[in-house]
């Protein structure tokens, strides 16, 4: 029913910048939370940023040095991701909550990295 793909990971070099985007299809979709989670190898998928009833949640690994911002009219979430660390690489996950339930994409994998 619904189809969420992200894209935009890569490898950058640390204090290098990456824009993820992610995009929600499906008919009859109603979206009321869009984020971002990371997983890194043997560790937990956790929060990065979401957008849920116009708030903005980050997690404090990376306020101030990532960005979410969502184009509705595209059912389109985006994170811009400055001043990247070695330890913000893992897989990046867009979470999308919808009238449908709550969906995940395939993940993006980003590498930051000297």
């Known amino acids: 029913q619904v189809q969420v793909v992200e894209s935009g990971g890569g490898s950058v070099q640390p204090g290098g910048s990456l824009r993820l985007s992610c995009s929600a299809s499906g008919s009859m979709l109603s979206i009321y939370l869009m984020g971002w989670y990371r997983q890194a190898p043997g560790k937990q998928r956790d929060l990065v940023a979401d957008?849920?009833?116009?708030?903005?949640n980050y997690a404090d690994s990376v306020n101030g040095r990532f960005t979410i911002s969502r184009d509705n009219a595209k059912n389109t979430v985006y994170l811009q991701m400055n001043s990247l660390k070695p330890e913000d690489t893992a897989v990046y996950f867009c979470?999308?909550?919808?009238?449908?339930?709550?969906?995940w994409g395939q993940g993006t994998q980003v590498t930051v990295s000297s």
């Open positions: 979470k999308v909550g919808t009238n449908w339930g709550i969906f």
């Open positions: 957008v849920t009833d116009g708030r903005i």
